[in-house]
């Protein structure tokens, strides 16, 4: 069994914003400071010869740590709301875990069957883009779904040569992502 983790604390000064104004020109402002804190896991252990399993975990919590203001008092930030920008918020936790079974056929040729299910989940946020406050706000965007994909594969090894089939996405998990749009307002 193979055990790392690590845990993190990030300060961060003179986040720089991407703001639009209502004629759709766009501008670079400061946005403020922000903290993010979070840990990653991953756990790797040998169950036999044959079978291995691994699971990897991580969190990430990171909000901005005060409002900032236009000088017509419009909210870039606002105290709280996630960082980052919709549809793009990142996920919280994510989370993958994989099991191998691997297994010598001949005295040359190794076969495996390998499967890895990956999760994303969904930013609840709160984010300046549901503010009618703020610069951004647009009510039509929100963040990406949390997501689930399950890719498998089956292969043969033979000294340097391997043969693999592979299904990405076997369950045919098909959820919008990234639903944008070209401005502030537009559909």
Known sequence: LQIATSVFLIRWDGIQEIIADACGNYY?????AATSTGFDLTADELLTEL??????????????DRTVLTAGGQVVVDRGTAVGALPSVPSPWTGTVSAQYRRPLTSVLVGYAAADDIFSSHNPGPVDENDPRATSYSPGFRADPAINRLNVRLGLIRSSMEIRLSVENALNSLPVLHLNSDRTGSS
């Open 51 to 64: 079978l291995r399993l691994r699971l990897a975990l991580g969190l990430t919590d990171a909000h901005y």
């Open 28 to 32: 670079t402002t400061n946005g403020g």
